[in-house]
């Protein structure tokens, strides 16, 4: 019998390592030696008793952002081999229901997700079925091969933001998230993207990855700063950080006929103050962003090519027995993005 570790979410605030018999893949699945898992904003929910993408009830391994090598295929398995370096899309839809069948899978009434209701990457191994594996060239790392599921979800927003050649767009907050948007808005052809954000070390990594300013809220009025550069007309704001004050102001310095796009994961409770006569008198357009049901082979396709930066936003690696530290430690996870090795050094 062989045996792994993982990280198990027990119930609110409560990971244990634990050991396990490592999985057996099925006919159509594969095992994975998870070589990287990133720490999503979802986990940190979870973590704190809300609620990811959907329901998560303990014991459960956390965990959706993550890559590794192919261990083990199951005997009707096609599309990979052992040794393959891959990531994985979580999203484990049933193809047969209502949404399913009218292509919004991202919105499966029998959703499942890995790392959230089935077993996922803060583990040393990981099965998962054989459809949901993308391959990684040689050249990417196991840690950008991770970011591919953010990137995926990115995708999703930054189509639905609806962002065409030209727009002046505005993201409000520098994390992971942000900083993928600002970089996605850009290859959708903005003419320009400011990034809205507190903390200087992200502002300046903004700038580095071509913002064509930044914004320090603390210190600076938003909207006179914009005035202040000549920019009248903001046709997209894209909200990252969750927060009744940023969402509200978004609405504020968005143009007529403008889009709003509220992407982040935020409490199931969570509410803003819409004054509903703006957006009848301006025309907005204001839209959500879940899940990225279509998007990971496009995310996986600007990672195997350069066209993107994933990593110049990371905090920094950390071990499987570091997790339920970074989920617990607003202070840790306000310096970049995670990344969980379980099986020790990656590249």
């Known amino acids: 019998m062989e045996l792994m570790k993982c990280a198990v979410f027990e119930g609110k605030r409560d990971i244990q390592i634990r050991t396990r018999e490592i999985p057996v893949p099925g006919p159509k699945e594969v095992l994975i030696k998870v070589m990287a898992c990133g720490i999503c904003g979802s986990d940190v929910h979870i ?41 994985v899309d979580p999203a484990d839809n049933c193809n047969e229901c209502y949404y399913c069948a009218s292509g919004m899978m991202g919105h499966c009434e029998n959703m499942g997700a890995i790392g ?44 639905r933001s609806d962002i065409k050649v030209g727009d002046n767009v505005v993201v409000y907050g520098g994390g992971m998230i942000g900083l993928l948007l600002l970089q996605l808005a850009q290859l959708k052809g903005a003419s320009r993207v400011v990034l809205v ?73 969570s509410a803003i103050d819409l004054k509903t006569y703006k957006l009848f008198q301006k025309e907005l357009t204001v839209k959500g962003s879940y899940c990225s049901p279509y998007d990971m082979g496009r995310a996986v396709e600007l990672i195997n090519s350069g066209r993107i930066d994933v990593t110049s936003m990371l905090a920094g690696k950390r071990p499987l027995e570091d997790l339920a530290e970074i989920l617990a430690s607003p202070a840790e996870r306000a310096k970049g993005k995670w990344v969980i090795l379980p099986n020790g050094e990656t590249d």
């Open 47 to 87: 973590f704190e008793g809300d609620q990811g993408s959907t329901s998560t009830v303990p014991p459960q391994v956390q965990g959706h952002e993550f890559s590794g090598i192919v261990t083990a295929v199951g005997q009707e398995v096609q599309n990979c081999r052992i040794g393959d370096r891959v990531c």
């Open 116 to 159: 959230t209701n089935i077993d996922g990457g803060f583990s040393q191994y990981c099965k998962v079925p054989a459809r949901l594996v993308h391959h990684l060239e040689d050249h990417v790392t196991y840690i950008q091969g991770a970011m591919a599921e953010p990137l995926a979800c990115c995708i999703n927003g930054a189509d």
């Open 197 to 269: 954000e507190p903390v200087e070390s992200k502002r300046q990594v903004a700038e580095k990855l071509g913002a064509s300013f930044t914004i320090n809220p603390m210190e600076q009025n938003v909207k006179d700063v914009l005035a202040e550069k000549g920019i009248d007309h903001v046709q997209v704001v894209i909200e990252t950080c969750g927060l009744k004050k940023t969402s509200e102001e978004a609405m504020e310095i968005v143009d007529r006929r403008g889009t709003v796009l509220l992407f982040a994961v935020t409490g199931v409770e």
